[in-house]
């Protein structure tokens, strides 16, 4: 049970708040485009996506988290501050991390064949996202638009493990959304290591072109944050509490980005873990909330 609690620790797994709100998102718009929530004869069907789509969204985020870990293992030890990691302090082996990642890995192909026949056959490009990220940062400053790319393919996939398509706009505004909300996210806590990237010949938007400007960049980000999920309200036909929601979720962002600066990136982790923690879960809210009104 040490080991087993040293590898949630290492993998962040409370983080996975980020993920599932949105995934649960882009389901719940799936039922409603279906007209599945009218219909209670299906509901014992929305309940085994639910759990299935929950299996598969905390399965791929652990073998990715733990892929990272793994893969990224040297790097780590030589930045100051990742040097004290489970596995650099010895707490876990690298070898058991490999381990969880593919079990994880697994449960998540598990999980996919439980939902439909599309979603399998989606998942070798999902595998191909979750593994690749780590391998980025070694060849193109690029990488941050490639995490939010597999972070937002989260959404996407709800859609598809409930409709067993993507033949619809919701779903791709979702994904982008969260792509750049991510992206956005991302640049601001790898402002963290510059110095480390930078020795190391990493890429990074900081490393390449430097703090302040990575900022900004998070900044134009965020701003598409909330157009996409404006264009994904639209689309969608929701009522008024996504909106109000929606202005909290640009309030919180906005907040997000005083909080850091060039010269000052002490308050990074409030920014990267608590803000956006209450982004997703407000986000979700709302879009219930919306879903409920325009029934």
């Not at 049970?1 to 949630?8: A, E, G, K, P």
């Not at 982008?176 to 601001?188: K, P, Y």
Request: glycine residues 8%.
């Amino acid at each position: 049970m040490s080991r087993f609690r040293t590898f949630l620790e290492m993998i962040k797994f409370e983080h996975t708040i980020f993920a599932l709100p949105f995934a649960y998102l882009g389901m719940v718009l799936a039922w409603s485009e279906t007209g599945a929530l009218a219909t209670p004869i299906a509901w014992p069907t929305l309940l085994w996506q639910f759990v299935w789509i929950t299996v598969a969204m905390g399965a791929a985020r652990t073998a990715a988290m733990a892929f990272n870990r793994a893969i990224d293992a040297e790097i780590d030890a030589r930045n100051p501050r990742t040097a004290g990691r489970p596995i650099q302090s010895g707490r876990i082996s690298k070898r058991a991390v490999w381990v969880a990642g593919f079990l994880a890995l697994g449960v998540m192909l598990l999980a996919a064949w439980q939902l439909n026949t599309f979603v399998l056959l989606l998942s070798p490009l999902a595998v191909i996202g979750l593994v690749g990220y780590a391998y980025t940062k070694r060849f193109t400053w690029l990488c941050h638009l490639w995490l939010g790319l597999v972070d937002g393919a989260a959404a996407a996939g709800a859609w598809a493990a409930v409709t067993a398509s993507l033949n619809n706009p919701i779903p791709w505004l979702l994904w982008a959304a969260v792509a750049v909300w991510i992206g956005g996210f991302d640049l601001i806590y790898a402002c963290q290591d510059v110095d480390v990237d930078r020795r190391d010949g990493l890429k990074s938007v900081p490393a390449r072109f430097g703090i302040a400007p990575a900022l900004r960049l998070s900044e134009v980000c965020h701003v598409l944050t909330v157009l996409l999920l404006a264009a994904t309200g639209i689309v969608a036909g929701l009522g008024w509490p996504y909106w109000i929601g929606l202005l909290i979720v640009a309030g919180l962002l906005v907040y997000e980005h005083t909080l850091v600066k060039p010269t000052d990136l002490s308050k990074v982790n409030l920014a990267f873990f608590t803000m956006n923690g209450y982004i997703s879960i407000i986000a979700f809210v709302a879009t219930l909330l919306g879903l409920a009104v325009a029934l």
